[in-house]
């Protein structure tokens, strides 16, 4: 399995930007797909982004689709997600994802990974 690393969180106000980092271990990133999901409190871990192992394919949820990015650099390991227009309802623990081999899909799963890093808190204020 690979070890995933999150960073980039924070507090912001409604309508800024900030962009998360996921720093993935070993050599074969390059054939995972790549995940965001996030948890607010007291709710399930939901889907935001995921992104084939090339890049060339996203998948995004509605709720972000047009205010949020998800990208990849395989020559540094890692995943970015680039979050504009935050809104309060943003507010939640970000975690990345991975899987080796994963062929997306419409439909992305929490079930899909079998990777996960251990979250960044990202608050949204009004």
């Known amino acids: 399995q690979v070890q995933l690393v999150e960073s980039g969180g924070g507090l912001v106000q409604a309508g800024g930007s900030l962009r998360l980092s996921c720093a993935a271990s070993?050599?074969?990133?390059?054939?995972?797909?790549m995940a965001w999901f996030r948890q607010a409190p007291g709710k399930e871990r939901d889907f935001v982004a995921a992104?084939?192992?090339?890049?060339?394919?996203?998948y995004y949820a509605d709720s972000v689709k047009g205010r949020f990015t998800i990208s990849r650099d395989n020559a540094k390991n890692t995943v970015y997600l680039q979050m504009n227009s935050l809104k309060p309802e943003d507010t939640a623990v970000y975690y990345c994802?991975?899987?080796?081999?994963?062929?997306?899909?419409?439909?992305?799963?929490?079930?899909?990974?079998?990777?996960w890093g251990q979250g960044t808190q990202v608050t949204v204020s009004s």
């Open positions: 994802a991975a899987e080796y081999g994963l062929v997306l899909a419409e439909g992305v799963r929490e079930a899909d990974f079998g990777s």
């Open positions: 992104i084939s192992w090339s890049g060339a394919r996203s």
């Open positions: 070993g050599r074969t990133f390059s054939t995972y797909a």
